[in-house]
């Protein structure tokens, strides 16, 4: 027996074993249809451009038919499809974050620098002053194709003098056979095929970059499909000095912080995207007003998850131990009552907290006659959240050590017993043992949970109350609602800087996850 | 399918039009981005209006707008499809602003946009907006306040078609007469709470505890104060901070007076505002129009009216918000959407309809004449805001939000002295604004 190489059990047990033929079938059906979705993935991801995106999508869909489609890799049969979402909804935020983290992408900076010079060069046309409307048609020469002809601008100004406008010039239109309409709209002109609003509309790429020349600063330029105008840029921008002079002021605008800068340090409007290397980490780490509100923050984050764990857990193991006497009655009726908070949405539980929290008007001063300004005073804020969280938290504490002690052998309480030991001392040294063995890595899940619970301290609190000098660091604010503030909420919303905050984030929850998962590893030991 | 969608917009529809005009006050925009957070809307394309428009990719045009106005404004831009021979499709778009920038950069957004004008900041920032070149002759039918809301470093982007700002709303039942002044009104309050045991607060205005700077800049403005002094050219002036001048630093004192006598409360906040006088517990509101719905359902007998002027000071005015037609700056089709905005968008029908699904004034004023003839509420709307100016669409504004509002709610709740209040929020706005830039 011991002579037969164990790797002939499986190749034996094989051989014996025929895949029944609706399997195959199936398998093989499953398969076609993940290679067709794939294929109108890739079908839509080509019309709209993204070729890196189709190159992924075909090697997920090459991964699985090697995979699925042979005998081999049977592993991988069970982890590719945890493996491809790990990928795509763990890694790739976390890689995008980190690159994130190192540019200066916030409002304001958004597009590229040519993009944004462009952005800027644009909304700088602005009508020439004194000069009049004119009514517009765009036509082409007569025999071209309307989706590719030379634009041309046919146009009467108010006083009935028409024009044809071209890439070359203005020059007067005869008159005759031309066809108007009662506002000066020229219908009909020989020579030219007049484009209608969608033949018009297909161009207006070209359009957006055809003027018709004036002078060497202006142009006509259409509005719409029925008028022009005479606009001039008042921006010009020097590819040689990389700087954007502005003609009327006489400012030269060079790249500064990624904006078009002046000497006197006023900038145009839009800025753009640019790598800043660790800035966004060295701000947090330097900059005294976030420093001193990320010391804050971060001593009140660990506080709040530590005792919200702690506070929901040893309510929820109080209760778990009352309601798990054998003695008593009716405890499916009890228990249900207690997971109630729990099936409620924590949404409306908070709103619901917040107005009874409410100094004049809440419940909880009215009841208790106590004038506390629950939501003003940062500590009474503080204990406010505990206690908010507390009642949400609880009923999950409940549960799980509900379901942990009633996985405890009776035989061991039992034995404890006989030794002499009272409840308290079972309690002590067998219960709790064996309950943190079983619930350990769920406190730790709490604790991480409760670290980044932003929508508690965002429907409760908003972060606040706030000190009187800066508006940005509220006393109740935790990492990922300040990171939140800083992103979209603040005074200049940066992306930037808020991915360096969360990587910060993500490493401290990580530290100490690492070191409560050891912790419950030795206890594991122990027994 | 179309209808559902419609139903399940409109449910949400008022939040949508208070919240375009508040957006910017720190308490309304952070709820709008908490929903942000929580919405699994957020990545989903906006919904088609109706199954028989084309949908989008077809459409020689695409706008975005809010649940109220798609409806009116598809019936429109069919007349404008038919006139031109082409074909438009109108999507409801929830999460406008955010969604709008989001999909913009990726090349999926709109080529119109409907939006407030306090977003034009951000959006020319972002370089999502294009310029619309509006002749002199279409720019003068509107209301000139409306005109300079859509301007940005004086270059014009926007077409509008409504104006809203807040006004006295009062309790006719609690109070028949509009007060005039500050102390009419606390008079007539007064009065009011010794007939009805009932009424617990004599103004009812959001403060909260971090404050709301929307509805603290008409104390300020009462006194010829406010938040940025003005430019030349009437824009406003982001270097010229006057959130502490002298002006400003009486409507204040107001406010800790009004805290101290126990009239504002920081305990009354957006989240309660609006409960405690549709449930009769107080006889004054400081609102706009879309606490209006709200207070018919509950039945409360109204009426609306000027803002009252201040002690030793003018009358408060509001902020105003003007409703927007922008034009996207990657727009792909552009030459259409520049076509409507000019030339559909400012004409009287279609203003009319607009105000007919949002009940705010209109813009245009040929078309506000003809409404405020038939309609006094309007009237009354509008002229609570003649004098307002339009809340700033710079972006150091967003700098302002935060230390104004919370700079106001703990004057009110007496936590710290007006001016040394005042002077450290001055101080921290413009050291925002100039980390900022």
Known sequence: ?527 | MAALVLAGCGSSGDTTSTSSTTSASAAASSSESSTASTSETSAAAPAEVDAKNPSRADADLVIWADADRAPILTKYAQQFAADNGVTVAVQIATETRKQFGDATKVGKGPDIVVGAHDWLGELVQNGTVAPIQLDEATAAKFAPAAMNASKFDGQNYGVPFSVENIALVRNTDLAPDAPATMDDLLTAAKAAKAKDSKVSVLLDQSVGKTGNAYYTYPWLSAYGGGIFALKDNGDYDADKVIVNSAESLKGAEQLAMMGKDKVLSTNVGDDNAEGIFTSGKAPFFFTGPWSIPNIKKAGINYAISNLPSLPGGDAMKPFLGVQLFYVSAKANNATLAQEFVTNYVPTKDFQLALFEAGGRPPALTEAYDEVAAANPEVKAWYEAGKDGKPMPNIPAMNSVWGPLGQAAADVISGKAEAKARFDAAQKEIEKAIKGAS
């Not at chain 1, 890689?95 to 590229?112: D, I, K």
């Not at chain 1, 036509?139 to 009467?156: M, S, W």
Request: charge should be positive; proline fraction near 5%; include cysteine.
């Open chain 1, 1 to 527: 027996m011991a002579a037969v190489p164990s790797s002939l059990e499986p190749m034996k047990l094989g051989s014996g074993y025929h895949t029944p033929w609706w399997a195959t079938a199936a398998k093989w059906g499953l398969l076609a249809i993940a290679g067709l979705f794939a294929a109108y993935v890739i079908q839509k991801l080509i019309s709209s451009g993204s070729w890196l995106g189709v190159v992924i999508t075909a090697f997920i869909a090459m991964c699985f038919l090697a995979v699925y489609g042979t005998r081999r890799a049977v592993p991988m049969k069970y982890l590719l499809p945890g493996l491809v979402l790990l990928v795509t909804l763990q890694i790739w935020p976390i890689v995008y974050t980190v690159a994130t983290a190192f540019t200066n992408y916030g409002q304001g900076h958004t597009l590229s620098k040519q993009d944004a010079t462009d952005r800027n060069l644009a909304n700088s046309v602005k009508e020439v002053e004194g000069t009049e409307r004119y009514k517009l048609s765009i036509a082409v020469p007569e025999g071209t194709d309307v989706a590719t002809g030379e634009i041309t601008f046919l146009l009467t100004k108010p006083d009935g003098s028409m024009f044809v406008g071209t890439s070359k010039g203005l020059e007067p239109l005869a008159a005759d056979g031309i066809e108007k309409t009662d506002t000066g709209k020229i219908t009909k002109a020989p020579g030219y095929t007049i484009l209608n609003a969608r033949e018009a509309n297909k161009r207006s790429k070209d359009l957006n970059a055809f003027a018709v020349p004036v002078n060497a600063n202006a142009g006509i330029k259409s509005v719409g499909i029925s008028s022009a105008f005479e606009g001039a840029p008042t921006l010009k921008y020097d590819a040689a000095a990389d700087t954007v002079t502005d003609t009327v002021k006489n400012v030269v605008y060079s790249p500064k912080n990624a904006y078009w800068t002046a000497p006197d340090g006023q900038t145009l409007a839009t800025g753009w995207k640019e790598n800043v290397g660790t800035k966004n980490f060295s701000d947090l780490l330097t900059n005294e007003t976030i420093r001193s509100g990320f010391f804050k923050i971060f001593l009140w984050n660990v506080a709040f998850a530590a005792l919200s764990v702690m506070s929901t857990f040893i309510l929820g193991m109080l209760l778990a131990l009352l309601f798990n006497d054998p003695k008593l009655k009716g405890k499916g009726f009890y228990r249900s009552m207690l997971i109630l908070p729990y099936a409620i949405p924590g949404f409306v539980t908070a709103l619901v907290w917040a107005s009874m929290f409410n100094q004049e008007f809440g419940l909880i001063n009215s009841l208790t006659h106590l004038n506390i300004d629950w939501l003003g005073n940062p500590w009474a804020a503080k204990a406010a959240i505990l206690i908010t969280n507390l009642w949400l938290g609880f009923p999950y504490m409940f549960l799980v050590c509900t379901g942990a002690l009633q996985s405890i052998p009776g035989d061991v309480k039992e034995a404890a017993k006989i030794d002499g030991a009272g409840p308290l001392r079972t309690l002590r040294s067998i219960t709790m043992p064996l309950l943190l063995v079983a619930v350990g890595p769920l406190l730790i899940a709490s604790f991480a949970f409760n670290f980044n619970n932003f929508s508690l301290i965002y429907l409760l609190t908003q972060g606040g109350p706030f000190a009187a000098d800066n508006t940005s660091i509220g006393s109740t604010d935790l990492l990922i609602t300040y990171a939140f503030r800083l992103a979209f909420a603040g005074a200049s919303p940066n992306i930037g800087l808020a991915s360096a905050v969360c990587i910060f984030i993500f490493f401290i929850v990580a530290a100490m996850s690492y070191s409560g998962f050891r912790r419950t590893k030795s206890l594991e030991e122990v027994n």
